[in-house]
């Protein structure tokens, strides 16, 4: 059988950004006094599967790193040597360059060979001092300093006094084609050293000198054919002299081990006995050959099959057509149901019954299908403990970063996009919400100052907070900012509206700008963005205690709970969540301002009024407000009447996206089929109520 590799590379390149992760987020939660050996099993094995699946699939730079990566690992769990701040550092910028050439591999996106370089010199050198400390301990050291020796000079030694000690892996092929042959030759020759033996039944095979694991040897063999037509057996561990096997390709890690110049890297099962996650490289744990498997792993290998068994990697693109397919469903239902509410109960009990069950089991079905878009917030929240600690340690504070709610889930589709708006948010606060260590001293404080990302389910929305325990906002200077901008302000302004001047575009009262960030720069863009996913971002801060900015997002943008409104014979949807109330104004609460449109009065307020049949040019019922109905709206902290005809009610519906089935109009945000079959158009509330006319009611009502 012949497989086409390339039909794996995206799940290698998929798996690797997640081992890559898992790595950075374990070597940043380390404790260098006592590090957890289950953590530090956890990274080496991160390092093996990714220099597994790299060699597999001929990647020899990131084999090269993680080659070396993984030996310095093997070395620290076996407690050969200790963990120190250096090797940290140097372990999370090899991961910035494993994720550079993953990145260039995968996208075609430029790598930076001298950052490569000062990696691959870093963990040289760690290396070579590791080697010293075990030497001068009375082990013997390998000596990895030759790892940066080119592969030519590798491939002169004289290979003729070395033995490469490891198990005999015999593989007996059946009738394929000679291709088929040479691929799988290529594969196990980075498994070990190969010779070729010919076979009774005229076919031809391999005998294999390893120290992989024999999950390894069936994993690499999987690629290119499959294991069921091989043959393969482990005869009796033995020395194979490398002068009699065929040497690997040069400059491959497994030349290298064979002539010496690396020990073996034993991959033993980690003491706490916690499995490898299954790949679909070769990335199982190994060991030394022993025959036999110990009684305690044989339950660890039938649990990692069951998880493999429990999940599955399905496109993203795939999950959507499932979505939209169910929201058919739940429109075609809502039309049996209309159609349905006409029969006569008695006469048609079991019909109504069995539509009542299947309006029951839809709803069920859609949340179902809804929650397979859902992600943790950790996939957000895990980016940000580097970036706070690189921060800190550029702008010398210290920062006690902590996350509450990583596994509270938000759509897919809304969880990538809210990811630069926060990273802002959190850059800002490092920067300019915690003051230095010396300042908070002398300010009665801990000299680390505490930085905090949480979220939380509130009823169908999402709280995002990000909050510091830092200066918090400076009243007198957004306020004398805000009037040097020509904002409308006042000195009695409610502190909620004074913090929400900090998003008017350009506006930043930093005294100095940096190139982490400035307080205010750019966060115009960040509320525009949370805006257009139909989020509210609310400020509390207090001087000298901190800052906390809350976001609140709709769980998905998928389904809406929105509320039917009529004017003349449209009806439309309004998003539930930037209704206030509902009023009949009496005619003595409307008022015109000449040339500027209408206000309503409402609780002493007035507010602009937007009559919705204006907007979209609609014949409709009433012109007068006070025979109609006004609903009050709020949207990035403004809010507005919106004059409409009736209200028909509350509805979860289904959106559909307007602009790729038709065009973009202005304030539509999307459609959905009503139950009879007919479109309603759901309307962009903050566009609405941005195009309202902007009145200076305090100068017209003085």
């Not at 050969?80 to 999370?92: C, P």
């Not at 493999?308 to 990697?313: A, L, M, Q």
């Not at 507010?607 to 609903?631: M, W």
């Amino acid at each position: 059988m012949n497989i086409d590799m390339s039909q794996f590379f995206q799940v290698f390149f998929d798996e690797t950004e997640e081992l890559l992760a898992e790595k950075e987020r374990l070597l940043l939660a380390i404790d260098l006094e006592s590090p957890d050996m289950e953590d530090i099993d956890a990274i080496f094995r991160a390092a093996h599967s990714i220099k597994g699946g790299a060699a597999t699939f001929g990647l020899a730079d990131m084999t090269e790193v993680t080659h070396i990566l993984e030996t310095l690992l093997d070395m620290i769990r076996k407690k050969e040597i200790a963990l120190t701040a250096e090797h940290v550092d140097a372990f999370l910028a090899a991961k910035d360059v494993l994720k550079m050439q993953r990145d260039g591999h995968r996208h075609g996106a430029s790598v930076d060979q001298e950052a490569v370089a000062d990696v691959m010199v870093r963990l040289q050198s760690l290396a070579q001092e590791a080697a010293q400390q075990k030497a001068a301990g009375g082990v013997h050291a390998p000596a990895l300093a030759t790892a940066s020796a080119p592969a030519s000079v590798l491939m002169n030694a004289t290979p003729t006094a070395v033995t490469v000690p490891g198990r005999r892996i015999r593989i007996e092929l059946p009738d394929v084609p000679q291709k088929d042959v040479d691929a799988l030759a290529v594969e196990m020759g980075l498994l070990g050293t190969l010779e070729t033996i010919p076979l009774e039944n005229g076919h031809q095979g391999f005998i294999l000198s390893t120290t992989e694991s024999m999950d390894d040897i069936l994993a690499i063999c999987s690629f290119v054919l499959n294991p069921d037509d091989l043959k393969i057996t482990e005869e009796a561990p033995a020395e194979v002299k490398a002068e009699n096997a065929t040497v690997p390709a040069a400059g491959s890690e497994t030349a290298i081990q064979a002539y010496g110049f690396f020990e073996p890297v034993a991959q033993d099962m980690p003491a706490s006995g916690a499995p490898a996650a299954a790949k679909p490289q070769a990335q199982a744990d190994t060991g030394k050959a022993t025959p036999a498997k110990t009684p305690r792993q044989q339950p660890e290998k039938i649990a990692v099959s069951s998880q493999e068994s429990s999940s599955i990697r399905v496109g993203v693109d795939k999950v959507d057509q499932l979505i939209n397919l169910v929201g058919e469903l739940v429109i075609t239902q809502a039309m049996v149901e209309q159609l349905s509410g006409i029969l006569d109960p008695m006469v048609y009990e079991r019909l109504l019954s069995s539509v009542s069950q299947l309006k029951r089991n839809t709803r069920d079905l859609q949340e179902a299908v809804m929650s397979i878009r859902m992600m943790p917030m950790d996939y957000v929240f895990s980016r940000f403990p580097r970036m706070v600690r690189d921060l800190a340690v550029k702008l010398g504070k210290k920062i006690d970063f902590v996350t509450h709610g990583a596994a509270t889930e938000l759509d897919k589709g809304l969880i990538e996009r809210i990811i630069d708006p926060l990273t802002h948010l959190v850059r800002n606060s490092v920067d300019h919400g915690i003051e230095m260590p010396d300042v908070r001293l002398a300010n009665g404080k801990n000299e680390a100052g505490k930085l905090t990302l949480s979220a939380a389910h509130q009823g169908g929305n999402i709280v995002i907070e990000v909050s510091d325990d830092g200066g918090g906002l400076n009243r007198e200077r957004i306020l004398a900012k805000a009037m040097q901008n020509g904002l409308p302000v006042s000195d009695n302004m409610p502190d909620s509206e004074v913090w929400q001047l900090i998003f008017a575009p350009g506006f930043s009262t930093a005294e100095t700008v940096t190139d982490v960030s400035g307080r205010g720069v750019g966060m115009d863009v960040v509320k525009r963005n949370i805006t257009a996913m139909g989020g509210v971002v609310d400020i509390r801060s207090a001087r000298s205690k901190g800052t906390t900015i809350s976001i609140s997002l709709p769980l998905t943008l998928a389904i809406l709970d929105g509320m039917s409104i009529k004017v003349g014979e449209e009806i439309y949807i309004l998003p539930l969540g930037f209704v206030i109330e509902s009023l009949k104004p009496s005619p003595n609460d409307v008022k015109e301002i000449t040339g500027q449109g209408r206000v309503i009065k409402v609780r002493g307020e007035y507010l602009p009024l937007i009559p919705l049949y204006q907007i979209f040019n609609i014949q409709a019922r009433y012109v007068e407000p006070s025979d109609g109905i006004v609903v009050i709206l709020e949207s990035d902290g403004n809010k507005a009447a919106l004059f409409i005809d009736e209200m028909l009610g509350q509805q979860q519906v289904v959106v559909k996206n307007l602009e790729s089935n038709y065009r973009k109009v202005p304030g539509i945000s999307g459609a959905t089929i009503l139950g009879d079959g007919g479109v309603a158009l759901i309307l962009d509330v903050s566009a609405i109520v941005r195009s309202s006319r902007t009145l200076n009611v305090e100068m017209a009502f003085a």
